[in-house]
């Protein structure tokens, strides 16, 4: 058993251990149920409000609706296991799939959503109905399909592009474990700060990341489904 020391905030310090084994399969199981159950009640309740949004996106700028990216995905790989044992031809840390999104910026303005820079508050690229998206987190919507997809639940934490992920594990401890997991819509790192403007807002995130990791179980994620809504509502964290 490897035991690892992470800060997740300025107060508090915790012991994170990671057992050799995967989670015992029947919790997994239950946790997956629950996301995938959430998942289908989410489209049903949405799908009124996701073909507005997709109307009012064609409506006020050119470009797609959606947009794909590929993102880092579950790492099912045996522990310790060496890179050069998967099928893979490069290891990316975990298995790359393609994220759903709405596109929020605009299709002329350079790189759409991709661009390796850190989010900021007034970047000129996000048109105005996307402001509005990010703002109550509405351009993750689609990202649903992902859970129905298996790539994705509704709670874990947040999927990095490759060429970002690869940066990462070499700059921020433990970095990789949080690939132990399916990536997350929401999580509790996102519950608990806001979007990454530097790497010290990763690594503080990465520690919540662990923590999740740590105690992941059916009874934590309905417990950050339920903190995600007023978070939503009253924009915390969010541009």
Known sequence: MTSVRYTANHRSRVDFRFPGTAQPERSERLRRALNVSVAVLGLVLATPLMAAI???????????????????????????????NTRRRNDYGGRPFKIHKFRTMAANDGPLEGAEVWAAPDDPRVTRLGRI???????ELPQLVNVLQGDMNVVGPR??????????????ECYQERQRVRPGITGWAQINHHYDCSIDDVRKKVA????????????E?????LRTVPVMVSKDGAW
């Not at 999927?159 to 921020?172: C, D, G, K, M, N």
């Open 54 to 84: 997709a109307l009012l996106i064609k409506l006020t700028s050119r470009g797609p609706v959606l947009y794909t990216q590929t993102r880092v995905g579950l790492d099912r790989r045996s522990r310790g296991a060496p890179a050069g």
């Open 159 to 172: 999927p990095e592009q490759p060429t970002i992920f690869a940066r990462l594990r070499q700059q921020i």
């Open 133 to 139: 998206l990010r703002l109550y987190r509405l351009d």
């Open 208 to 219: 919540y990341d662990l923590e999740y990791v740590a105690r992941q179980s059916v009874l």
């Open 221 to 225: 994620d309905l417990k950050i489904m």
